[in-house]
C-alpha cells in the first residue's frame, strides 16, 4: 500500500505543495521600476498596496459575490434536475440523464464561452428570445459573465446533489406523507436538511471555480475586472509576478476557509 501511494504523494509534495510554497515566497519579492527585474528582497509592499487601493478591495469583493451569485444559481436550478434524476426517473432514464449532465463537460471550455458571447450579443439567441416581451439582451458585463459561469458550472452541482438524493430512502417520503405533511413540507423539512451536505460539496466546485476564472470574463465580461483578471495582466502584461502572486493569495485564503467551514458540515465526505 506504501509504494502505492508514494508516486501521489510525491506528486502532491512536489507539483502541488512546492508550487504553492513558490507562490507565497515569489509575493513578498518585489519587482524593480526602472528594469522590471525580480528583486528578492523580503518586503510586504504588495500586500499593503493589495489593501490599501480600493479597486483592489472592490475587484475582491466583486469576485466573492459573483463566486457566490453564481453558487445560488446553480443550486436552483441543479436542485430539481437532480431529484427528478434520483427519485422519479426509471433506472434506464436515469443514465441517460446522468450522460446529458455530462456531455457539456466534453466540449472544450472556450468553445463554450464563445458560443454564450454569440448568444448575449446584439441580435443573438438571447435577444431574439427576450425581443418579443420587450426586452433585450444583457451584453457583455457582470451579468454575462454571471449567466455564463453558471451554465459551465452546472454540472458539478447536478452530480453532488443527484448522489446525495439517491441516499435519501424513499421511505422517508412515505413516512412524511403519512404524518399529513405535503410534497413542500417534505422537500423542506425532511429532503433539505439531508442533502445539505450535498449542497455544499457542489458549492465548493462551483464557488472555487469562479474564484479563479479569469476566461469567462475576459470573453463575456466586457470592462469587468475579477481576481483572476488582475493576476492575469499582472503576470502578463505587467510582467508584475510578485503582485500578481500576492492577489493570487486572496482566492487561496478564501477558499482555505470556506473548505473549513464546509469540513464542519459533512460536505467533504459527499465528494
Not at 1 to 24: D, E
Not at 126 to 151: K, Q
Not at 224 to 244: C, E, I, S
Request: some cysteine; charged content about 10%; overall charge neutral.
Amino acid at each position: 500500500m506504501g509504494l502505492l501511494l508514494t508516486p501521489p504523494m510525491l506528486w502532491l509534495g512536489v507539483a502541488y505543495l512546492a508550487a504553492l510554497a513558490a507562490l507565497l515566497i515569489t509575493s513578498l519579492w518585489t519587482q524593480n521600476d526602472f528594469t522590471g527585474n525580480i528583486e528578492r528582497v523580503w518586503t510586504t509592499e504588495n500586500f499593503h498596496d493589495l489593501f490599501t487601493i480600493p479597486v483592489y478591495r472592490t475587484i475582491t469583493f466583486r469576485t466573492i459575490g459573483l463566486a457566490a451569485l453564481v453558487t445560488v444559481v446553480d443550486a436552483l436550478l441543479a436542485f430539481p434536475i437532480a431529484l427528478f434524476m434520483a427519485k422519479v426517473a426509471t433506472p434506464r432514464w436515469q443514465r441517460v440523464l446522468v450522460i446529458a449532465v455530462l456531455m457539456p463537460l466534453w466540449a472544450s471550455y472556450l468553445v463554450k464561452a464563445y458560443a454564450w458571447r454569440g448568444m448575449l450579443s446584439s441580435n443573438g439567441l438571447v435577444e431574439s428570445i427576450a425581443a418579443p416581451f420587450g426586452l433585450g439582451t444583457p451584453g457583455y458585463g457582470l451579468p454575462a459573465t454571471a449567466m455564463t459561469l453558471a451554465y459551465l458550472w452546472l454540472p458539478y452541482m447536478i452530480l453532488p446533489l443527484y448522489a446525495g438524493l439517491e441516499r435519501v430512502p424513499d421511505s422517508l417520503f412515505e413516512a412524511s406523507a403519512d404524518l399529513g405533511a405535503g410534497s413542500w413540507t417534505t422537500l423542506r423539512r425532511v429532503v433539505l436538511p439531508m442533502v445539505f451536505p450535498a449542497f455544499v460539496a457542489g458549492s465548493i466546485f462551483t464557488f472555487s471555480l469562479t474564484m479563479g476564472d479569469y476566461i469567462a470574463v475576459k470573453i463575456v465580461g466586457g470592462t469587468t475586472q475579477l481576481l483572476g483578471n488582475v493576476v492575469y495582466d499582472n503576470q502578463g502584461a505587467a510582467n508584475n509576478l510578485p503582485f500578481a502572486c500576492a492577489v493570487a493569495t486572496i482566492p487561496i485564503v478564501v477558499m482555505l476557509i470556506y473548505l473549513a467551514a464546509a469540513r464542519r458540515t459533512g460536505a467533504l465526505e459527499q465528494l
